[in-house]
């Protein structure tokens, strides 16, 4: 009962809302460009062109036929009958018609309840507990709704090219007087930024002085 009434009917229903709302409501054209934005490419035409004609034309013929199969054939159940030794198919009662559509109806319930929650502005999720996160062109952009932050969770938000650099002037690994020159490279030998020292101007030492 649960398969087909509550995990068959609705998923369908669910699916085929989903592809009218970013084909035709949301717009086909601005969900494309919302993914060449985040994948960095366009996606081929043939989504395109799926997603807007042919995939709705296509659910829509499988839900129609999905509920004309349900007129026809009156929900019921397999079961065994002992006295004729075969398997028949029995009607359920009238409660198990009334689990039935409740099934149906509470697997599809959220959608208008959501629905009218979101257009009539019935719940205010304007907290102070909650961040809201937008994608604008390629980049996410967390709003917070306190605006007052710890300083140091701003720090452990910056990313390692915005940290400053260390004063290497003041730092503890000072050149000695006698000791030799080091020249700083900024570029690894694997192409990547970083801070490499090339030993330059120092005698010939075995390795294991080094």
């Known amino acids: 009962m649960f398969d087909d009434y509550s995990a068959t009917l609705p998923l369908l229903v669910v699916v ?16 494309m460009d919302d993914l060449r934005d985040m ?32 007129g026809f054939t009156p929900p019921g159940y397999y079961a065994w009958i002992a006295e004729k030794a075969t398997e028949e198919r029995l009607s359920y009662p009238t409660w198990g018609l009334v689990v039935c559509v409740s099934l149906i109806a509470v697997a599809l319930l959220p ?8 257009f009539f502005n019935l719940i205010d ?14 980049r996410i952009i967390k709003e917070l709704s306190n605006p007052e932050e710890d300083d140091a969770s701003l720090i452990h938000e910056k990313i ?11 730092s503890i690994y000072r050149k000695q ?10 570029t690894a030998p694997n192409g990547r930024y970083g ?8 005698p010939d030492m075995p390795e294991s002085d080094l």
């Open 16 to 31: 085929i809302l989903e592809n009218i709302t970013i084909s035709w409501i949301y717009g086909i054209d601005k969900f």
């Open 39 to 70: 994948l960095g490419f366009t996606p081929l035409k043939y989504y395109y062109y799926m997603w807007k004609y042919i995939s709705p034309i296509l659910l829509s013929i499988l839900f129609i036929a999905s509920v004309v199969q349900m």
């Open 111 to 118: 959608v208008p309840l959501v629905f009218i929650v979101r």
């Open 125 to 138: 999720d304007n907290t102070g507990s909650l961040a809201s996160v937008s994608y604008k062109r390629g």
């Open 160 to 170: 390692q090219s915005e940290m400053p650099s260390p004063n290497i002037g003041n």
């Open 177 to 186: 007087s006698g000791s030799p020159t080091l020249k700083v490279d900024c």
């Open 195 to 202: 801070i490499g020292y090339l030993m330059a101007d120092m």
